[in-house]
């Protein structure tokens, strides 16, 4: 198969590399509006050509790794691919992706979310085992013909990844909770400390705890930006329902329950075991 990576960043340029190890894949062709980009994959191996957004159509497979906005557009573009081309998105949303999907392409369309990544973004973050042993969740499949999921199924499973199938509304709420809020705090956590009167004083005791914390914060602020427009409902409602722990945490403090909020961190600290 040829393959066509639309968005040549961290998620695209990862794909790349790991489909260099499969066996059904015969050439890696790429596209990007990122002219720096281009060059960079190029530079990097990739993929083995870019190409325009019209080559890219005739590709086999079509990978959009692209913001969730930009699927959208792209996918408004390839009304005219071929009923044999399968292409698959890798937007961290999925409802109102898969409700924009037009109806000559809705048996090709793979909606997909592979449960991954870095803080870092452009083709030089992209690493070869961003997807091993990760989980990838496809939504809407039963829009789907046998082929193109089947297909999808294939790719997914030789770069190492775990499949899980689910409602695209339902991913989008739980996705709000376990993907989107801790990049809504840590963006929080990172601005409340450069909002101080001397942020040097404050960064030169930072210690691992923070830097954990604050790590995602390095991410791309256009990309999650997109992510938060597209899923505004659940990131609204997982913020509220983080306000509530965190004003219970608060008047814990205030009122010197310390065994109370003893009992409140050693319950926090289950979800560890869980993961």
């Given at each position: 198969?040829?393959?066509?990576?639309?968005?040549?960043?961290?998620?695209?340029?990862?794909?790349?590399?790991?489909?260099?190890?499969?066996?059904?894949?015969?050439?890696?062709?790429?596209?990007?509006?990122?002219?720096?980009?281009?060059?960079?994959?190029?530079?990097?191996?990739?993929?083995?050509?870019?190409?325009?957004?019209?080559?890219?159509?005739?590709?086999?497979?079509?990978f959009?790794?692209?913001?969730?906005?930009?699927?959208?557009?792209?996918?408004?573009?390839?009304?005219?691919?071929?009923p044999?081309?399968?292409?698959?998105?890798?937007?961290?949303?999925?409802?109102?992706?898969?409700?924009?999907?037009?109806?000559a392409?809705?048996?090709?369309?793979?909606?997909?979310?592979?449960?991954?990544?870095?803080?870092?973004f452009?083709?030089?973050?992209?690493?070869?085992?961003?997807?091993?042993?990760?989980?990838?969740?496809?939504?809407?499949?039963?829009?789907?013909?046998?082929?193109?999921?089947?297909r999808?199924?294939?790719?997914?499973?030789?770069?190492?990844?775990?499949?899980?199938?689910?409602?695209?509304?339902?991913?989008?709420?739980?996705?709000?909770?376990?993907?989107?809020?801790?990049?809504?705090?840590?963006?929080?956590?990172?601005?409340?400390?450069?909002?101080?009167?001397?942020?040097?004083?404050?960064?030169?005791?930072?210690?691992?705890?923070?830097?954990?914390?604050?790590?995602?914060a390095?991410?791309?602020?256009?990309?999650?930006?997109?992510?938060?427009?597209?899923?505004?409902?659940?990131?609204l409602?997982?913020?509220?329902?983080?306000?509530?722990?965190?004003?219970?945490?608060?008047?814990?403090?205030?009122?010197?329950?310390?065994?109370?909020?003893?009992?409140?961190?050693?319950?926090?600290?289950?979800?560890?075991?869980?993961?």
């Amino acid at each position: 198969m040829v393959v066509g990576i639309v968005g040549l960043g961290l998620m695209g340029g990862s794909l790349g590399i790991a489909l260099k190890h499969t066996k059904f894949v015969s050439k890696i062709v790429g596209f990007d509006h990122n002219l720096s980009h281009c060059e960079e994959a190029l530079k990097l191996g990739l993929v083995e050509e870019i190409v325009s957004f019209s080559e890219i159509k005739q590709c086999d497979v079509i990978f959009l790794a692209i913001p969730v906005g930009g699927i959208i557009k792209a996918m408004q573009e390839m009304q005219d691919v071929s009923p044999e081309t399968t292409i698959i998105d890798l937007g961290s949303t999925k409802a109102q992706i898969v409700d924009s999907v037009p109806e000559a392409i809705r048996q090709n369309f793979i909606a997909a979310h592979p449960m991954t990544g870095t803080e870092k973004f452009g083709p030089s973050a992209a690493v070869a085992e961003l997807y091993h042993d990760k989980i990838v969740v496809l939504c809407d499949t039963y829009h789907n013909s046998e082929q193109h999921k089947n297909r999808a199924i294939q790719i997914f499973s030789h770069i190492g990844m775990k499949i899980v199938f689910m409602d695209p509304s339902a991913h989008d709420a739980h996705a709000s909770f376990i993907s989107h809020l801790p990049h809504v705090i840590s963006y929080a956590l990172a601005n409340t400390v450069m909002g101080q009167e001397d942020p040097k004083s404050i960064l030169s005791l930072a210690a691992g705890g923070f830097k954990d914390m604050s790590r995602v914060a390095k991410s791309s602020p256009q990309m999650w930006s997109n992510i938060f427009k597209q899923n505004k409902e659940n990131v609204l409602r997982s913020i509220e329902i983080f306000e509530e722990e965190l004003e219970k945490s608060k008047q814990m403090i205030q009122a010197e329950q310390w065994d109370e909020l003893e009992a409140w961190m050693r319950k926090a600290t289950t979800l560890h075991k869980i993961l």
